[in-house]
């Protein structure tokens, strides 16, 4: 078990800005912009490495539904955002439940670090 399904359970806080039947959404602890949000599925999958197109379709659809939705509240939508998905070691994955980042209110660079 992850902190995230802490979250999920409500056994600890988080500044949830979404949520679904599915997916939830709160925001980061330790922002990297100016508006960082999680979007998670409720169902623990590791990380995106165990992501099946046939099987999880419709949930990743929901993520990046509530991704938009959540841009568009925030008013970061029109200028943009980054959705990110670290995996494993060398992605940068701390945490080994599915999240997507979305980052926004500043111009992101590119590359990553
Ligand atoms: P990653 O490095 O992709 O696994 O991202 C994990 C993210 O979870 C990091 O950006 C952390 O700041 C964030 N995080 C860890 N614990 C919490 C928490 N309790 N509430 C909100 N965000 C958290």
């Known amino acids: 078990m992850t902190i995230f399904t802490k979250i999920i359970n409500k056994e600890i806080p ?3 800005v979404y949520e679904s039947d599915s ?3 709160f925001r980061d ?3 990297q912009a100016p508006i960082h949000i999680l979007i998670i599925p409720k169902i623990a999958i590791p990380s995106a490495r165990e ?3 046939p099987e999880h ?3 990743l659809g929901e993520m990046i539904d ?3 939705k959540i841009a568009k509240e925030e008013g970061i939508f029109e200028d943009g955002f980054r959705l ?3 995996a494993g070691t060398n992605g940068g994955q701390d945490v080994y439940h599915l999240h997507m980042h979305l980052l926004g ?3 992101m660079k590119w590359p990553p670090g």
């Open 14 to 16: 988080a500044d949830i």
């Open 23 to 25: 997916v939830l959404a």
């Open 29 to 31: 602890i330790n922002p």
């Open 51 to 53: 992501i099946k197109g």
């Open 57 to 59: 379709a419709e949930l």
């Open 66 to 68: 509530a991704a938009n």
């Open 84 to 86: 990110v998905f670290n």
């Open 105 to 107: 209110g500043r111009k």
